[in-house]
């Protein structure tokens, strides 16, 4: 009996298996970078939405977006001197367009709300301390952040062969969008008390640093991504933390009214 149809066969289901299990990993690959590169928009997207139903966005802070923007807009300039995964650099730019968009809408929302009241403008130009990052028009805004990028671009394209420049700029990026919780948990702690916090974005951040940190990890990704990863998650769930123990605090007190906490 000739044995070569066998061997053909067992050949040919062999390889099918694999093409199988090759297809599998490539579509968990594909979703798992889409879920990095636009995962981190997502959170906004209720906040977008309630802001342009209530036109209202004292629950919002710009400084939100400043932080992020500064903080992926470094990342940006690190991938220049050190190659990571390509997903990481694409969630930069998405994050980047996400905050613009949510500073545009909180400007014009907030210059709506005070039509008919005579407000002196404040600009970018005025370099104004005391009114920084408090300017009037959208304007402003983005030529403070060209300033910036000019600035971080031309050092980048100047010492990107600087080693120790290099992973100091992979470390900021990272360690300022890991401390973006940090003064809503200070202000937790101020106030003692949550009240006017959005619960469900701080989850959506924790759910998301979690995935964030796992995926650098598994993608090898630099090691600064990996510790300011897990340093966000730990700075999320002391929020969640401190959720449950002023509400504890609250119910011990037998429901004794405590501070409103503005979100930041």
């Given at each position: 009996?000739?044995?070569?149809?066998?061997?053909?066969?067992?050949?040919?289901?062999v390889s099918s298996v694999f093409?199988?299990?090759?297809?599998?990993?490539?579509?968990?690959?594909?979703?798992?970078?889409?879920?990095?590169?636009?995962?981190?928009?997502?959170?906004?997207?209720?906040?977008?939405?309630?802001?342009?139903?209530?036109?209202?966005?004292?629950?919002?802070?710009?400084?939100?977006?400043?932080?992020?923007?500064?903080?992926?807009?470094?990342?940006?300039?690190?991938?220049?001197?050190?190659?990571?995964?390509?997903?990481?650099?694409?969630?930069?730019?998405?994050?980047?367009?996400?905050?613009?968009?949510?500073?545009?809408?909180?400007?014009?929302?907030?210059?709506?709300?005070?039509?008919?009241?005579?407000?002196?403008?404040?600009?970018?130009?005025?370099?104004?301390?005391?009114?920084?990052?408090?300017?009037?028009?959208?304007?402003?805004?983005?030529?403070?952040?060209?300033?910036?990028?000019?600035?971080?671009?031309?050092?980048?394209?100047?010492?990107?062969?600087?080693?120790?420049?290099?992973?100091?700029?992979?470390?900021?990026?990272?360690?300022?969008?890991?401390?973006?919780?940090?003064?809503?948990?200070?202000?937790?702690?101020?106030?003692?008390?949550?009240?006017?916090?959005?619960?469900?974005?701080?989850?959506?951040?924790?759910?998301?640093?979690?995935?964030?940190?796992?995926?650098?990890?598994?993608?090898?990704?630099?090691?600064?991504?990996?510790?300011?990863?897990?340093?966000?998650?730990?700075?999320?769930?002391?929020?969640?933390?401190?959720?449950?123990?002023?509400?504890?605090?609250?119910?011990?007190?037998?429901?004794?009214?405590?501070?409103?906490?503005?979100?930041?």
């Amino acid at each position: 009996m000739d044995p070569t149809p066998i061997l053909k066969t067992t050949s040919v289901s062999v390889s099918s298996v694999f093409t199988v299990k090759d297809l599998f990993f490539l579509l968990v690959s594909w979703i798992s970078s889409g879920a990095m590169i636009f995962g981190g928009a997502v959170p906004y997207i209720p906040q977008y939405r309630d802001i342009k139903k209530t036109d209202n966005a004292d629950g919002f802070s710009t400084h939100v977006c400043l932080v992020l923007t500064v903080a992926n807009i470094l990342r940006v300039m690190f991938w220049f001197g050190r190659r990571f995964e390509t997903p990481l650099l694409l969630q930069s730019f998405i994050m980047i367009i996400t905050m613009m968009v949510m500073l545009n809408l909180c400007i014009k929302v907030k210059n709506k709300a005070k039509d008919g009241h005579q407000q002196k403008q404040r600009n970018f130009t005025d370099f104004d301390l005391n009114y920084f990052w408090k300017w009037t028009n959208f304007e402003d805004y983005a030529q403070a952040l060209g300033c910036f990028v000019i600035f971080i671009g031309y050092s980048t394209y100047i010492l990107q062969n600087v080693s120790i420049y290099v992973e100091t700029l992979g470390f900021l990026a990272v360690f300022v969008e890991a401390m973006l919780g940090m003064p809503q948990f200070l202000k937790n702690y101020q106030n003692k008390s949550t009240v006017g916090m959005s619960i469900q974005m701080v989850c959506m951040w924790t759910s998301g640093d979690i995935f964030k940190t796992v995926y650098f990890i598994l993608k090898s990704a630099p090691l600064q991504f990996s510790i300011c990863g897990a340093l966000q998650v730990c700075v999320d769930i002391s929020i969640l933390v401190q959720v449950w123990w002023y509400k504890k605090l609250a119910a011990d007190k037998g429901g004794t009214k405590v501070k409103k906490s503005n979100y930041i």
